[in-house]
């Protein structure tokens, strides 16, 4: 962590500020630390993460304590005012247990760390999953939104995405509710502009209206409640700020119901024996995938990937929200904000099905036919928009 740091973070608890106190230090990065906050609570940094979590999602930081014969008693009580569950614990261990092995995963130097079946899609289809148009397709950002902007990656995995933000943001952080962190950091966290912090959606560690701009790809819909996961992350974007979220879309009715029954085993399945069951996936899938009519086929009724990384991703987490475009976009209006863009293929035209028969599942305007989009709905969607909170609270008081 940088000092700097200390500027942006506050007391996930209180949003009070913060007292740094140094253990460790390693040229600009604050290795190993103390965050003490007047409300009693107080927040370690390990590897040069700050980890601001409560309650039960609060990892075993004895560790340190003992390293340097430090006493902070937890506060009482604090479990339950987290509001933690079991399934949030299961999202963190599931998410830190997947970045931790693919901690390179979408680098375009790392792909001596994934397997064979996944070098070879990656470079079929996506030549290098680290990618500018990747991020703006997920986002429907340019690079160019992030010029000088304060921009919070919530959710950010192995930083592979934060990489290339930095690259023109004032400043770049990366948030993430997992050990996925430590990747992070180990990635991209010494970056001048770049910092990596171990925090709760749900209890953000910052003050509200202090981004320019916030996306969030694949993390809201694996929040015990999408909705409020929405409130609270939309808090942070400051007036005429840019919020993006990349979510689950809600597919066909066939396709739900086998998508439930098998997450319902699955998500019960300890982590590490889940990790080799979808090896046979993943082989089948890659099979299915050499031809694509067959892999659309199969797509109608279950979600599988030519990838090991990508099956265990979408069926170890144990929510999984499928949500619609129009959910969404009531989301944002409800928040006060203007100017929401989506990826609707009955509007933009994306869409795999109609890529592979355009004849039957396009309009002559390029844009997917309702119907199409209804027997193979897209497995994601995104939406982002304009934040005018304070303008349409301003307005709602004068009323």
Known sequence: ????????????????????????????????????????????????????????????????????????????????????NSSDLRTQDSFGFEWIR?????????????????????????LSQHSSITLERKTLLSVMDY???????????????????????????????????????????????????????????????????????????????????????????ADGGTLSVHVYHKGNIVWELFDRLSREITTRLPLKLLWYIMYPFTWLGWLLWQVKPLWYASSFFLRIYPQHHDNFDWYSAPTAAHLTEEEVLLWFKERGYRNMLGDNPTKVGNSYYANLYPGIARNSDGTVKTWANKVYPPYALTVRGNSFQNESKTQKDDN
Not at 29 to 51: A, D, F, K, T
Not at 196 to 217: C, E, G, H, R, W
């Open 1 to 84: 962590m940088k000092v700097q740091f200390l500027d942006i973070l506050r007391c996930p608890a209180c949003r009070g500020k913060l007292d740094l106190r140094i253990l460790s230090k390693d040229a600009n990065e604050v290795m190993e630390g103390i965050l003490n906050c007047s409300c009693n609570e107080w927040y370690p940094i390990i590897n040069g993460v700050p980890r601001m979590l409560t309650g039960e999602l609060r990892g075993d930081y004895s560790e340190l304590l003992n390293k340097h014969e430090l006493q902070f008693p937890l506060k009482p009580g604090d479990g339950i005012a987290s509001g933690a």
């Open 102 to 126: 693919y901690n390179r995963f979408g680098w375009e130097e790392g792909c001596n760390n994934l397997d064979l079946q996944d070098k070879e899609y990656i470079d079929l289809e996506h």
């Open 147 to 237: 010029v000088d902007k304060i921009v919070l990656d919530c959710g950010c995995g192995n930083g592979r995405y934060l990489n290339i933000v930095r690259e023109n943001a004032s400043c770049a952080v990366g948030m993430d509710l997992s050990e996925a962190v430590v990747s992070a950091f180990e990635n991209i966290g010494r970056c001048g502009n770049v910092h990596i912090v171990q925090a709760d959606v749900f209890k953000p560690p910052f003050m509200k209206n202090s981004f320019d701009l916030s996306y969030t790809i694949g993390v809201l819909h694996h929040t015990s409640n999408a909705h409020k996961a929405f409130v609270c992350l939309s808090s942070l974007i």
